[in-house]
């Protein structure tokens, strides 16, 4: 038998010698893996959510594939790709912020007192955002583009190289901006800033279809080339542009765009790694006039809060339902998330209709697009509230309390939501002119239905399918694991809000069809009356239910 040799004595004075440690890029991916995994584990329910979120995506990779596909060889290929992967990379640059993202990697605040060099951690960040569902639909989205565009030797090599570009590009330029941004919007003033940056987002989006519907009246897709000739030379659309380039033999345009996008990403790591340095380092003057704070508090009712709080009083009911609206409406104004999701709602409410009527397109009908985005801040109820729901859970023991607080936050909502959407109605009729207040009533009627429904089906959703606001990243709207089940709750609500709303809908289009236009105007009282009747029905099955999931409710709120 042999024997290992002994080991040779440590030299005196040497230092140990340190075990390898393992790649930071490494350890970031199974992280990330890891709190994707245990997140689906939670429940069947948020796995069932996440996998059909999966399902969709793919579905829609799929038709822009195929879509894709039957681009290649159109005249007007080159003009629509490019077009859509420049706005692939503004919803890139835009939607983390302000769009529900569970992914604990990709905050750069949690990491600020690790001993991590900026190099490293940039690249181990990298890796670990393109791991998901959000990337690797861009990547199909990439090689849909190649598809289309790419023919001969030439196009196909540079759409080889042009591929991973556009992806990495895109994550880069969405970190990026996040961190440079998050000290700006965990910060108090910051996220009321941030508010007021979705609103502009929303309004401009409003703009840029105006344009696109001017245009395409103009002259069709060749109007819009243009347009398509600019954003081919802003990256990461000119590495896709770069593929036509060298497939029609203009090879030196095509190295010009493709050497413009890699040094746009290289700015774009440099720009990320001097935030994050900037992170690691500087004090955060997000608490700097603690002093005028607390003047603020000094003031008691004479500040803001007590105005609101002493307006409010004087007009809201007593007891329980009194204080339950009176609670909810101070969300409205005082947390950041909510009031950002109330503005963005109110603003989109009214421009959607208000732009179609001004474009000669729309109809009073659009109006009830206000009531759907509204009716959509009574989903994920208790979300708001997080770890503090507990307080209100101790105030319910019987199915008549959980009534009278979803019945009081649904009073809450109403109270804004009903004079708003009369408001948009008006001013949509005022916009369209003519003939269009004859159609008045039963506008209004079907708004109020659908208002009705979705008062319903999300005081149903926010008992079935409750999930988190994580309030110490202000970029997260959903604790980890829980994406798929909140966009599904959302979506889910929405469809069976618009079926709930079907009989309403049904008898408009009845009595257009058999000529009983003298009969319309009882669409206002039947839709107003069975949108009531639909949102207390909903309010009493959700009643029961809420208070035996208690604690479920909490554990999935208090996540994060």
Known sequence: MTTAAPAAP??????????????????????????????????????????????????????????????????????????????????????????????????????????????????????????????????????????????????????????????????????????????????????????????????????????????????????????????????????VSAIDAAGSGDYGVAAAKLLLTAAALAALAYWWQRSLVRLMVEPDGSTIGASAEGKDKKKGAKGKDGAIGGRLGRILPGGRTGAVMERSLRYIWRDPKTKGAWVTSLAVGALVPIFNALQGLGTLYFAVFASGMLGVQMYNQFGQDTSAFWMVAQTISTKADAYAELRARAMALLLVTVPYTLLVVVATALVIGGDSWGSFPEALGTAFAVLGAMMGTGALTSVSFPYSIPQDSAYKNVAPGQGGLAWMSIFGGMFSGALLCTPVIGLNIALHLTDQEQLLWLILPIGTAWGALVAWGALKLAAPRMAKRLPEILAAVSKG
């Open 10 to 239: 440590a030299t005196p004075g040497a230092a140990p010698r340190p075990a390898d440690a393992p790649s930071l890029t490494g350890v970031f991916v199974r992280l990330k893996l890891a709190l994707l995994r245990n997140g689906l584990k939670q429940s069947g329910g948020r796995t069932a959510a996440y996998i059909a979120s999966i399902v969709v995506a793919v579905l829609f990779a799929a038709g822009m594939m195929l879509g894709f596909t039957l681009l290649r060889g159109h005249s007007d290929a080159a003009t629509i790709t490019v077009l859509l992967v420049g706005v692939l990379t503004l919803s890139w640059t835009v939607m983390p912020l302000f769009v529900p993202s569970g992914d604990e990697t990709l905050d750069p605040s949690r990491l600020v007192m690790l001993p991590l060099l900026p190099r490293p951690l940039v690249r181990a960040l990298l890796v670990a955002s393109l791991v998901g569902v959000g990337p690797a639909l861009t990547l199909i989205l990439a090689i849909g583009a190649a598809l289309a565009l790419g023919h001969g030797a030439a196009g196909t090599v540079v759409a080889v190289l042009a591929v991973p570009l556009v992806v990495v590009t895109c994550v880069a330029l969405s970190r990026a901006v996040a961190a440079a941004n998050i000290r700006l919007l965990t910060s108090r003033k910051g996220r009321d800033l941030a508010v007021l940056s979705g609103l502009l987002i929303a309004v401009g989006m409003q703009f840029v279809n105006f344009g696109a519907q001017r245009l395409s009246q103009a002259g069709g897709l060749s109007s819009l080339e243009p347009a398509a000739e600019v954003i081919g030379w802003l990256p990461p659309a000119a590495a």
